[in-house]
């Protein structure tokens, strides 16, 4: 039997430090960063949503690449990320996600300057919604994203992880 097909998606657990992040993948590349120390069900939920017509494979091998991406970025070994990556959200999102990665490392902008960005302004609070659906925390570095004000914000895996990721680009 083919080891990978375009109906899967491949997922393990990546344990690092205090963390413990479910992560996943598709054969176009990573689509998923879970919330540290979030249960599996978080990624079913997810792929239901976003990838109903694919199964879930554990599959550590697949994901060995994007572990060792991450764990070398949590570790101040690495500043970009190569690997591809497969996102799943609606075309107003991609827009959003798409801003988020030309956000350079250790740099931070506002949510309104990702609203001017991709040149709607207005939308401020819906480029905060499409920030807070990322669904690969870290690559697409949305932890760079703070209020006007200065302030942090929201962050899907809570302001702790945003603080350290913060503190980690320096």
């Known amino acids: 039997m083919e080891k990978t097909s375009k109906n899967n998606v491949y997922w393990t657990l990546l344990n690092h430090s205090h963390w413990n992040m479910y992560i996943a993948a598709t054969t176009e590349g990573l689509c998923f960063i879970g919330t540290p120390n979030a249960p599996f069900e978080e990624l079913v939920v997810w792929v239901k949503k976003r990838l109903p ?28 990320f190569i690997l591809p990556i497969d996102l799943h959200g609606t075309p107003f999102q991609q827009i959003v ?52 004000n200065g302030k942090l914000g929201g962050f899907r895996a809570g302001l702790e992880m945003k603080v350290q990721l913060l503190e980690l680009e320096g």
């Open 97 to 148: 996600w798409k801003a988020l990665q030309e956000i350079p490392y250790g740099q931070t902008v506002s949510y309104s300057d990702i609203a001017k960005r991709i040149e709607k302004p207005n939308a401020v609070r819906a480029v905060g919604t499409a920030i807070g659906a990322n669904p690969v925390l870290i690559v697409v570095p949305c932890h760079r994203v703070i209020a006007k």
């Open 53 to 80: 017509s694919h199964m879930l494979m554990e599959e550590p091998d697949i994901l060995q690449p994007h572990a060792v991406e991450l764990v070398d970025y949590l570790k101040e070994q690495r500043r970009d």
